[in-house]
């Protein structure tokens, strides 16, 4: 029957303190009033009603459950292995819910027996959603726990259903949760493996295994069918421990384990026999195996490979056999060899340190091993009698990608044999070769050289550690600059020894870099005596030009801060090194200061780890300054290796992002002025001509924009961190000024404390309060002068930091912008200047047809010009002296500019302003002026042949306007000679000396001629006097003077200004002449009368 809601309330809370939940409930019949509960976790609860309380009478699990009896609805028995549960109760919900919670908590298990009549009364059992995370890896934990008594581990349980699935690991490593394991949570976790079937893989590495641990292990590789590799390394898998796993593989059929790593651990010759016999007992064969470092000796090594060896699937199964560091002899090299010789897919042994003997050894592989790609023997000595076979193994193999022999005591003659043999097999054309640590000295590399010189089939090469000598190294390096045309990786670490001869091995070293041979990679590390010091500073001025070595080691060569210098140039060069180490080298702040400037400009350099040992020793000479330093190394390093977010590199240098004056340090990548200068680029490119050598410039400089812009904004961080520095310098300074504040008002309450003291409490004596004085002011907590200044440092050092930075962006943005303004300016010029080429001739073919007088013509008739943009503005100039009325003599420079003309920015070319102003040959104007001239006179007679034409009406009072194009280069807006239209609208153009009847020349001391008055009778209007230099006079415009007005309107139009802008902006007299009119809007100004616009 079904509990009561009172029942209820009590089973939950019940159940509650127990972490589990109740699926469940039901009372059984009888006076007794028993509770049956099922768990979530798996647990049966009897309870009992013992005045009016619930409480526990017997429990069991369902891991624990024997058989399930039920001849009828209402009776059940249930069988434990600690003890049985039975009773009237309505039992059919109750055994369909233990069977199908066993079927989802432990899959795979065996269910207990059930024995149930009728048997329809059994609901089929339904598998759990496919979709749980880890296959319900933490419900099966959660039960496990619950049957061991264990409370369970809540990080282990959030990582696995959050973690594990969201990265998709398919691996449980043990690494991943707090260690060390507590007693019994090793074996919960091992304990629901064992019936998961989502992991493939489990890694115990670092837990100390016990016996009960390593039974535990034993008990899962039993049940587990998924675990493919299982990682014992540095487990303490000592005596006694292997038995139950060694058990496991061999009772197991369907065991999975393929990859088995159990280095790291002394099992000892005994239990590496039980584990030979586990291996061989296996229904399939390993992939993997790796029992390095072992404790093997050779009655154990033996032992193990005998017992592997009767794996029939092993030797057709095995392709990575790692066996480093045990003791082999001759009687474990021998069962090794026994079982090598088996035709195998071996393809990487690693056998160093193994006291192996290498006859034996290379013997059996080149029977059995012709798949092997990769084999090391270092540290395995050699004698002479072993050079047959492994010669014969060399010329043999045609796998071969890496041979490692270093420590093996070879002298010349056999490192000599080793690089022939090598040389003659043809189908070795891409092998990693290691030599290192066989000391043959200078004779040896006198020996190696013109073998490895002609080699083809080496690649990558260690001859490291091997005492050459500087000597040694010359020849070496002369002789793979000679001819090696396949060495990619080079390692002569170590050899660069005695008291001569080091300016020499450099400049060897750089003749091999600009040789022909295609070094990429490059390790000449020092330590010892192989320390190269100052003198790598030789390499380094090769390095800074060279276009191939991408990776470089230069570690404990002890350079010192010359060395840090002179690399951070080279790098400042170098645009090809992506990967550099160089630690260990002496390096002080000063030293970092360099490198961390040259570092600034680069942005190839994408691989860098921080050089911590020299970085812990320039620490306790400044830590804060290298705290800055290192946090600038790894910002510049970051931002090599994300070109695309750049602007995130310099630590928000400026306070753009949040409306600051800096805006982003980084954003001229990214806005529309480096894709206009692009494009630009592109359509120099493009033209149908040779660029001049001016012109050649300007591309090249623009081509180099990106990386020019990139070092400049580099400069905000070297910049800011010297900044920094001085700051915290003198900031650290008031900490010692501020502290004298402190112990005045320290000693201020401490006398008020003595006299209140005094005054208070009577029983106080003088003595007393003597010892209370001295107390306090030798007990009181003194304040910390570093303390003080560490504050000051972390809060206005940070504010003014934060000020001075966005200047710093302010300078870098104007620079910036001033450069693109000006690349753009110098490409649109190439561009413009092919096009007037054209326009000129055409020009030029026209005027000649015309006659020399030109018809007034009827302004209706005329064409408009197309609406023109508006030039730049220009930065006002202080105004110069007023010229007198008579045309000025030209001494060959312009004549200065009168007051009502537009200053002028100082050092910027003077643009034509006269008629006749010169040709531009490589201008953008069109031919304008008088007849004859042969170019535009810029903004002036362009404009005055709009409104006049070449013939112009006379301006009585106004000043003489003498041609001003001279060689100077002129900007402005050509416009049409003898009243015809413009052609190909206004442009600019660079003046140069010209021809025409229209005006003198460039240069010419001739006054410029009046032209004809469009309208004989209009009276010349009386001359005003004369103004102060430079003076304006704001006036109404005349209402009734519509001819002015008139002419206003149609310069708007024609300059594409708006009307109702021109009509409200003031009109100006200019002083000296008092009818010629200036309307001037904000960015424009409009000259009529004198018949100049700027």
Known sequence: MAVTGKEREAVDKLLKQRGDEALFAGSMKGKSAKVVVLGKNGRLYLLSNKKGVLATEFHGHLLDVKSVKSKSNNKFDIKFTNGSMDGELDCTDLINDMRQLHHVLFPGRKPFTCAVEPERRLRDLQDPPSDRPCGGFVATYLAVCDHRNMPPRGDIAWDI????????????????????????????????????????????????????????????????????????????????????????????????????????????????????????????????????????????????????????????????????????????????????????????????????????????????CQALERIDVSGNKYSKKDMAMISQFLKASSHLRSVKMGGCSFDADACKTIIQDINSNMYLNDLDLSLTDNRIGYPGAKAIAPVIQRSVGIKRVDLSEMDLGCDGMQALLNALAATNTKLEHLDVSGNFMGKIGFDHAMESLNKLLASKCPLSSLNIRGGGKGSLREYITIFFFGLSSNERLTSLDVSDNHFGDKGANALGKALLRNKKLTSLSWDGNDTSVFGFQRFTKGLSGNTTLKHMPLPVQDIA???????????????????????????????????????????????????????????????????????????????????????????????????????????????????????????????????????????????????????????????????AEDVDPEAIGKLIMDSAATQITRMAEDSFSSAIDISSTYLYEKLTEGLQNIIDEVKVGVEVQESESESEEEPDEEPEPEPEAEPEPEPEPEPEPEPEAEPEPERPAATPERTGSSPKVPPAV??????????????????????????????????????????????????????????????????????????????????????RGRGAPGRGRGGAAAGSPKPVPKPARRNPAKPPAKKAAPAKPGANIKVEKPSGDTENVKKIDEVAVESNIDNSVMKNVPVVRAAGSPRLVVAAESSHAVWLWGVCKT
Do not use: W
């Open 161 to 368: 259903d959050n973690v594990y699935p969201a990265n998709k690991r398919r691996k449980l490593e043990f690494e991943d949760f707090d260690l060390p394991l507590k007693p019994g949570e090793f074996e919960c976790v091992i304990g629901a493996l064992a019936y998961n079937k989502y992991f493939t893989g489990v890694s115990c590495a670092h837990v100390q295994l016990d016996k009960a641990m390593s039974q535990a292990l034993g008990d899962m590789l039993v049940t587990n069918t998924t675990i493919e590799d299982l990682n014992l390394s540095r487990t303490g898998l000592a005596k006694g421990l292997v038995l139950p796993i060694a058990e496991a593989f061999k009772s197991n059929k369907q065991c999975a384990v393929q990859l088995l790593d159990v280095s790291h651990n002394n099992i000892g010759d005994k239990d590496l026999a039980v584990l030979g016999t586990g291996l061989g007992g296996m229904a399939k064969g390993l992939i993997s195996f790796n029992a390095s470092s072992v404790g093997g000796k050779k009655a154990g090594m033996s032992a193990l490979f005998n017992g592997i060896k009767k794996n029939m699937f092993m030797s057709g199964s095995l392709q990575t056999l790692v066996i480093s560091n045990n003791v082999f002899d001759s009687d474990g090299t021998g069962a090794l060899a026994s079982f090598l010789a088996q035709p195998t897919g071996l393809q990487v042994l690693i056998a160093n340190n193994s006291a192996i003997k290498l006859d034996q050894l290379f013997g059996a592989m080149v029977r059995g």
């Open 617 to 779: 020793a320039a620490m306790r000479a400044d830590k804060m300054k290298m705290d800055s330093l290192s946090s600038v190394m790894s910002t510049l390093i970051t931002r090599n290796n994300n070109p695309q977010l750049m602007q995130s590199v310099f630590k928000d240098q400026s306070s753009g992002a949040s409306g600051g004056a800096g805006g982003d340090s980084t954003a001229f990548l990214f806005k529309g002025e480096a894709q206009q200068l692009k494009g630009l680029r592109n359509k120099v490119k493009a033209l149908q001509r040779k660029l001049e050598s001016e012109e050649q410039v300007v591309l090249e400089d623009a081509e180099g924009n990106d990386m020019g812009l990139t070092s400049i904004h580099g400069l905000h961080e070297v910049a800011s961190m010297g900044m920094q520095d001085d700051l915290k310098e003198r900031l650290s300074s008031l900490a010692f000024d501020i502290l004298p504040v402190v112990n005045k008002h320290m000693d201020e309450l401490q006398r008020q404390i003595l006299d209140i003291v005094e005054k208070r409490y009577g029983s106080i004596d003088r003595e007393t309060r003597q010892r209370l004085r001295l107390n306090m002011q030798f007990g």
């Open 902 to 987: 537009a200053p002028r920015r100082p050092g910027r070319p003077v643009s034509g302003q006269g008629q006749g102003a010169g040709t531009p040959p490589r201008g953008r104007g069109t031919p304008v002026g008088a007849r004859g001239s042969r170019g535009g006179g810029g903004k002036v007679a362009g404009l005055g042949a709009q409104l006049f034409g070449a013939g112009g009406p006379p301006i009585p009072g106004a000043m003489p306007m003498p041609g001003m194009g001279g060689p100077q280069r002129g900007r402005g807006r050509g416009g049409p000679g003898r009243g015809s239209p413009a052609r190909g609208g206004p442009q």
